[in-house]
């Protein structure tokens, strides 16, 4: 078995992995070429410090980034071993030897470009039940758990938690400088959330409050969901590395959902706040922290976010 890939399935791989989100669209991954393997890196210098002061974020982005780079090396018919690492290496891939890919390994792959976080309005009507089953069980395959809010009150409460903790980011100076510089003032060409990414301007009457990325501003909600259907999401632990296989399993929730045709819409907000995160754990009955809250649903395509240069994120 080979000790490792060669550079141009490296190099190939890398290119399906940088289409994994990130907050802010901040792409807060490194990838390093070895001769056992491929290492996948925390970038600090792109961490969003005011909201992410630990980096908790920056790891699950970093985790979905690796998930993406299976993907892809599975799809070349050379799939990968992983080990978590530490400090800032975060995962290192080697060669598992090589086989097929799986047919659902070719369906979600061939959604790494076509998913895209949906910051516009989303249409009217419930999800079948067996669109749920089918994303709770895409957590699980990556170690992770997904709890769909069920009932108006239920409902209500996980809308007020993230408008609480919205308005209480949006109160610091610094956050909204933060914000400020990943929408009007960054380099759209290959980071940060532009204009025509952002969805229009959050409306008061919004349920679900979303973060404000300079989009235009409406009269109305421009939303047409009274009911949404939405999930937290999160896994077995708190820790640093529990973050990166965070990302993993919400990639394979986001991938699963893209292939069953469903927008998906992310949260990070409650997290943000330390004590209203705590709220909503109390609120699921969970032992850990959760990780995101997501919304899912059908809406028409949106303009995607773009991405940084391959010689940007490789290690020299």
Same mark, same amino acid.
């Given at each position: 078995m080979p000790r490792t890939w060669d550079r141009e399935t490296f190099i190939a791989a890398v290119g399906d992995a940088v289409w994994a989100p990130s907050i802010h669209n901040s792409q807060p991954w490194r990838f390093r070429y070895t001769d056992e393997g491929i290492d996948v890196l925390l970038d600090r210098t792109r961490q969003v410090s005011v909201c992410d002061p630990q980096g908790r974020a920056a790891r699950v982005s970093c985790g979905a980034a690796t998930f993406n780079l299976r993907l892809a090396l599975a799809n070349a018919g050379e799939p990968a071993q992983q080990r978590l690492g530490r400090g800032d290496t975060l995962v290192h891939l080697a060669p598992a030897g090589c086989r097929p890919p799986l047919p659902v390994e070719r369906r979600l792959y061939r959604q790494i470009r076509r998913r895209h976080t949906n910051r516009g309005p989303f249409a009217e009507g419930p999800l079948d039940r067996g669109l749920e089953v089918q994303l709770t069980e895409a957590a699980r395959q990556e170690s992770g758990w997904l709890d769909f809010v069920v009932g /108006? !009150? @239920? $409902? /209500? #409460?996980?809308? &007020?938690?993230?408008? &609480? #903790?919205? *308005? /209480? $980011? =949006? #109160?610091? !100076? @610094?956050?909204v400088a933060e914000l400020r510089a990943w929408t009007t003032e960054a380099d759209h060409r290959v980071e940060g959330v532009d204009r025509d990414a952002a969805g229009a301007a959050p409306h008061p009457a919004e349920l679900l409050a979303r973060r404000d990325f300079g989009g235009a501003e409406h009269d109305t909600t421009r939303d047409l969901a009274r009911e949404p259907?939405? *999930?937290?999401f999160g896994v077995l632990g708190d820790g640093p590395a529990d973050a990166v296989q965070a990302g993993m399993a919400l990639q394979r929730? %986001? $991938?699963? *959902? *893209?292939? %069953?045709? %469903? =927008?998906?819409a992310m949260y990070s907000q409650p997290i943000e706040v330390p004590a209203i995160r705590e709220r909503l754990r109390r609120t699921l009955g969970r032992l850990h922290d959760p990780q995101l809250v997501l919304r899912f649903g059908y809406a028409p395509t949106t303009c995607y976010t773009n991405r940084r240069p391959i010689e940007d994120v490789i290690e020299p």
């Open positions: /108006e !009150p @239920a $409902l /209500e #409460a996980v809308a &007020s938690l993230i408008r &609480s #903790a919205d *308005a /209480e $980011l =949006s #109160a610091d !100076p @610094a956050y259907v939405v *999930a937290v929730v %986001l $991938l699963t *959902a *893209a292939d %069953l045709g %469903l =927008s998906t």
